[in-house]
């Protein structure tokens, strides 16, 4: 794996927690994970950091969708990795919820070694944001506030955005584009977003008759494929939001 994504080779992931409680209407996770959410006890997580090491392994990538959403759990286990003291580094690609950004959190992630973490901002317009399902919890001042607070403790910081979300209109698009102008995250990283078959996104524009491909394969958050029909927008325009945001 690239330098750019890890600090120290070889690198595997580890998953402390499974599934998620959150209803965004283009997410998978809930078709092959279910809606709920499953943890391991802290201590089962630093012993399975331990048997990494002990496996030849010098950093894991946390594959978790809400490891933070428990703040309580989330700190216990990363105080638990720290007691451990294993020489293991570590980074969060997903699971950090903005609005569940706390000051000591992220102390007690670097404490345990963990160098960057991973806020899936999406959109910079809370309307949206409403819209496809962060239910009003998640809001573009709290994204600033989470980003600010994980820098302060010294911990690089990812964003994920998309653009051509289920209420995403120009104006939106640019407000996300002029969002993360702004934002000072280390990494960013933009996508289409896709109505992947069985989510919400999807059954509703197969209701509406918007679906182009029944092909699975070309199913990916970096197709070139016309795959449906955007209630609002042409998919041209979606991909010229696209090539602006990486401009």
């Given at each position: 794996i690239s330098r750019l994504l890890c600090k120290r080779l070889p690198m595997t992931?580890?998953?402390f927690s499974r599934g998620c409680v959150y209803?965004?209407?283009f997410c998978a996770s809930k078709i092959t994970m279910?809606?709920?959410?499953?943890?391991?006890s802290p201590e089962r997580c630093a012993e399975e950091v331990q048997h990494l090491y002990d496996l030849g392994y010098r950093e894991f990538l946390l594959a978790d969708d809400i490891f933070t959403s428990d703040q309580k759990w989330a700190k216990q286990v990363c105080d638990?990795?720290?007691h451990?003291?294993?020489d293991m580094v570590w980074t969060c690609t997903n699971g950090i919820r903005v609005e569940s950004a706390d000051d000591n959190l992220f102390k007690s992630l670097k404490r345990s070694k963990c160098y960057r973490v991973s806020f899936g901002f999406e959109s910079g317009n809370d309307e949206v944001l409403k819209a496809?399902?962060?239910g009003g919890r998640a809001t573009v001042k709290q994204a600033v506030k989470a980003v600010k607070l994980?820098?302060?403790?010294g911990i690089d910081t990812n964003g994920y955005f998309m653009v051509g979300l289920s209420a995403d209109t120009e104006k939106s698009m640019n407000d996300t584009i002029n969002f993360a102008r702004k934002i000072p995250v280390d990494m960013m990283k933009c996508s289409i977003a896709i109505a992947f078959p069985g989510t919400k996104m999807f059954n509703e524009y197969i209701e509406e008759g918007l679906i182009k491909s029944f092909n699975w394969d070309e199913y990916m958050m970096y197709t070139s494929k016309d795959l449906f029909a955007h209630k609002h927008?042409?998919?041209e325009i979606i991909q010229k939001y696209m090539k602006k945001f990486f401009r």
């Open positions: 992931t580890a998953e209803r965004c209407d279910s809606l709920g959410y499953r943890k391991k638990t990795i720290y451990k003291n294993v496809f399902g962060k994980a820098r302060a403790a927008l042409k998919y």
